[in-house]
């Protein structure tokens, strides 16, 4: 049994569950006499591994047959350079920034094509989501961040984009709550947060769009090489994708996004509801466009911040401090944490803002 809760942004927490079921399986899986970390990925033992996998993630997310699904690695940072590379036939796509890593991906994208900054919440410390945006014409793409780690905030709505592919970056919120596949040209996301260990990236791409790198594109950032290839093109993580299949079927077990979803507002609705009451907390996000995956919140003064931190993580809840381009607290409440560890950090930020106002 362990006895902390790891409200960590990412890595983050694992079902415990699934963290036993690889405990089972370590040495010895499905009567292979090998662990998973030992195995070919041409073995058919992995092979079915790689395929329930695509299918868990397709029933999960109710993706249409119209889109391809991958495994690759690199993390959602590499994808940052495989948009452009993949996508910019014409050399033109537009950005929305709204934080530190939809900054990333604009910025690598400049390397590649004539790329604008559509609209940025930068001016007030990407508090907020930017509404009735504007786009050009002629463009590959539209890119945007539909929920955002550092500052905690998500995409009420989406921005209209006509015929443009929308391309999401959801690391952080992926199976978290329902995502319309079929809104988007291509969705990717690092698997860290909310699908299982890092090494493992999900992109889940539109068919027409799947072909159309540029000649430049280096095959392993060609998404129709992993795609002709059933994602086995070379050495895929064969440790993580297992860890994320087995996610995918704890979660399917639980009722799939729709029954966690709900989990996932009512855990977020009960730091919110205690911060919105409290004349101690504070989050700075637009209330509208609040995450409910990760809520950042400060207390009256930094040195307090500090010593919730400290003293919370005396307390078993751990990983707590807010990014340093925030400041404060930051709860990162996923899929795999638990109501009852949500309810033991609003039970602690009760009592801390009684013993220190
Ligand atoms: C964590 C995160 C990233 C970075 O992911 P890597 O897999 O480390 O490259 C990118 N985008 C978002 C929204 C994230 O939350």
Known sequence: MRNVFNFSAGPSMLPEDVLKDVQADILN????????????????????????????????????????????????????????????NKGKADYIVTGNFAEKAWKEAQKFGDIACAASSKDKNFTYIPQNVKFREGLDYVHITTNNTIFGTHYASLPDTGDIPLITDASSHILGEHIDVGKFGVIYAGAQKNIGPAGVTVVIVRKDLSDKALPACPTMLKWSTQIKEKSLYNTPPCFSTYVAMLVFRWLKKLGGVAAIQKINEQKAGMLYELIDNSSFYKNAVNPADRSIMNVPFTTPSPELDEKFISEASKAGLKTLKGHRLVGGMRASIYNAMPVEGVQKLADFMKKFAVENK
């Open 29 to 88: 899986y499905n009567g292979s006499g090998m662990s998973v970390m030992e195995m070919s990925h041409r073995a058919k033992v992995y092979e079915e591994i790689n395929a329930e996998a695509e299918v868990l993630l397709r029933e999960l997310m109710n993706i249409p047959d119209n889109y391809d699904v991958i495994f690759v690695q690199g993390g959602a940072s590499m994808q940052f350079e495989a948009i452009p590379l993949n996508l910019l």
